[in-house]
């Protein structure tokens, strides 16, 4: 697994992907926190840095995952590893990893801005580290979704539609349970919803039970995405 996880690592610096996307990610947060902080003129708004960065992390994911498993498909090199003394789990988690540790450089880049803002008040580092705890967990779980779907196409641009698609329609789930009228189907959806599970750590608590959710959301992805490999693999 660390094997493969240093040869993804590498693959995404080798190309300008793994730099822009954590270029433009920790821009984004750049600008976001100075948007709270010039024209709230206070740091107890910092809150908000992170409500709008779940649409944008939720949107350049599909970019990170879009070759994890495709890439290999296209270019035959998905032989060498099925082939190889070593187990689709261990190849699927060092593939996630990598791609979640391209998520996980850019998310910590997000908090510099964070330590710049101590110099001009005192924001609740509470409220920023659950923020950032929460923001790794649905990431996480995002990028394990994505790594399943681009398992599914040799296509690195269709990997990423479908995963946009995913990710948008998580973002929208929220509408979707407000306008529904069985209020059993409403706390199903409200149940599954990424930004329902993201609400607590936002406002700087520890919620056990999204902590849980999101870990299983990589879990079951995970191994959906080893068991689709295991299929080629005999095939």
Same mark, same amino acid.
């Given at each position: +697994? %660390?094997?493969?996880? =240093? %040869? #993804?690592? @590498?693959?995404?610096?080798?190309?300008?992907?793994?730099?822009?996307?954590?270029? &433009? /990610?920790?821009?984004?947060?750049?600008? #976001?926190?100075?948007?709270?902080?010039?024209?709230?003129?206070? *740091?107890?708004?910092?809150?908000?840095?992170?409500?709008?960065?779940?649409?944008?992390? +939720?949107?350049?994911?599909?970019?990170?995952?879009? %070759?994890?498993?495709?890439?290999?498909? =296209?270019?035959? *090199?998905?032989?060498? /590893?099925?082939?190889?003394?070593?187990?689709?789990?261990?190849?699927?988690?060092? =593939?996630?990893?990598?791609?979640?540790?391209?998520? !996980?450089?850019?998310?910590?880049?997000?908090?510099?801005?964070?330590?710049?803002? *101590? !110099?001009?008040?005192?924001?609740?580092?509470?409220?920023?580290?659950?923020?950032?705890?929460?923001?790794?967990?649905?990431?996480?779980?995002?990028?394990?979704?994505?790594? !399943?779907?681009?398992? /599914?196409?040799?296509?690195?641009?269709?990997?990423?539609?479908?995963?946009?698609?995913?990710?948008?329609?998580? +973002?929208? +789930?929220?509408?979707? &349970?407000?306008?529904?009228?069985?209020?059993?189907? *409403?706390?199903?959806?409200?149940?599954?919803? !990424?930004?329902? @599970?993201?609400?607590?750590?936002?406002?700087?608590?520890?919620?056990?039970?999204?902590?849980?959710?999101?870990?299983?959301?990589?879990?079951?992805?995970?191994?959906?995405?080893? %068991? =689709?490999?295991?299929? @080629? @693999?005999?095939?």
């Amino acid at each position: +697994m %660390r094997a493969i996880f =240093k %040869r #993804e690592l @590498r693959a995404y610096f080798a190309s300008p992907i793994g730099y822009v996307c954590v270029a &433009a /990610l920790a821009a984004i947060y750049g600008f #976001e926190y100075y948007g709270v902080v010039m024209y709230t003129h206070s *740091t107890s708004y910092i809150s908000y840095v992170y409500s709008s960065m779940f649409s944008f992390c +939720m949107i350049v994911i599909p970019i990170i995952t879009m %070759r994890s498993m495709s890439d290999d498909q =296209k270019n035959k *090199t998905d032989q060498a /590893l099925l082939t190889a003394p070593v187990g689709t789990v261990s190849i699927v988690l060092g =593939k996630f990893f990598s791609s979640f540790f391209v998520y !996980f450089i850019a998310s910590t880049l997000g908090l510099l801005p964070a330590v710049a803002v *101590t !110099f001009l008040g005192s924001p609740s580092w509470g409220v920023i580290l659950g923020n950032y705890i929460g923001t790794l967990l649905y990431g996480g779980a995002m990028v394990s979704i994505g790594v !399943f779907i681009s398992s /599914l196409t040799v296509s690195q641009v269709i990997a990423a539609i479908g995963t946009f698609a995913v990710a948008v329609f998580l +973002m929208l +789930m929220d509408n979707l &349970a407000s306008g529904l009228s069985s209020q059993w189907l *409403t706390a199903i959806v409200n149940w599954i919803s !990424f930004n329902s @599970r993201y609400t607590p750590f936002a406002q700087g608590l520890f919620d056990l039970s999204s902590v849980v959710f999101f870990l299983s959301v990589m879990a079951i992805f995970v191994f959906l995405t080893a %068991r =689709k490999l295991e299929s @080629r @693999r005999w095939n």
